[in-house]
């Protein structure tokens, strides 16, 4: 595992990873889309690693539109941001001085690769609430154990957010512990300020309006207004509750 020389507070992070030039690629072996792990280098920022995933390598599924998916991560992060939650590496999408052309880059957080959500969960419940509505909120249809990473500094971060804000109800996650419990209050606070944003920061609309259709947009509306009316963790659904595999 390489060691990372960016760190995702740094202030001006979008900007390295939109102008950054590629040094290297690696192909990643994990998972049915072509994944890279790029080396990239920056004349203020110096050498750094990303996390890419072109269009063109996105295997094509049944029940998402084809070529979807990088848009859907940056849709996430977008997301995360708004709400403040910080939950998503620094993200950006991508295409000039990649070989591949378009894509999702997202910075490689440094981490333990021996630790997951079956690791943690118990000593780090209140994160896992958060990961939980955030999932909820997205509509995550693969939510597996091995995307949720802890990072040296203690940080947990989620990855791998390419299935969500489908249309349709289609929620498939390990986080089922909280099901009729109370969502906190804090969470639910954020949450319906970014129903505010929605409706007024016009920003935030255009950069969302890229990524997802209008339909996608009215359902992740629809989800605020259910979460928020509702105020409890769901079941797990009727159809496949688990993504496969689970980690």
């Not at 990873?17 to 994990?30: F, H």
């Not at 920003?203 to 992740?220: D, F, I, N, Y």
Request: overall charge negative.
């Amino acid at each position: 595992m390489p060691s990372q020389a960016w760190v995702p507070d740094r202030p001006d992070i979008v900007d390295v990873l939109n102008t950054a030039s590629v040094k290297d690629y690696a192909m990643l072996a994990a998972g049915s889309n072509y994944v890279y792990l790029l080396t990239l280098t920056h004349p203020d920022a110096g050498e750094g690693y990303a996390v890419y995933k072109p269009q063109r390598g996105e295997a094509p599924l049944s029940d998402f539109p084809d070529g979807s998916l990088y848009r859907r991560e940056y849709a996430a992060y977008l997301v995360s941001e708004a709400l403040g939650w910080g939950l998503i590496p620094p993200t950006v999408v991508r295409g000039d001085g990649l070989e591949g052309g378009v894509g999702m880059l997202q910075l490689f957080i440094e981490h333990d690769p021996s630790q997951h959500y079956f690791t943690l969960k118990d000593e780090r419940a209140s994160d896992m609430q958060r990961i939980a509505v955030f999932d909820w909120l997205s509509n995550n249809a693969d939510r597996k154990g091995g995307h949720c990473l802890l990072a040296a500094d203690g940080r947990i971060w989620c990855i791998d957010q390419g299935l969500t804000f489908h249309f349709d109800d289609k929620l498939r996650t390990v986080i089922w512990e909280f099901q009729g419990e109370p969502v906190p209050d804090v969470l639910l606070g954020d949450i319906e300020a970014l129903g505010t944003r929605l409706e007024t920061d016009a920003e935030l609309q255009a950069s969302l309006g890229e990524m997802l259709t209008e339909l996608e947009l009215q359902r992740l509306r629809h989800r605020i207004e259910v979460i928020c009316r509702e105020r409890v963790y769901p079941p797990p659904p009727p159809w496949r509750p688990y993504p496969w595999p689970m980690i």
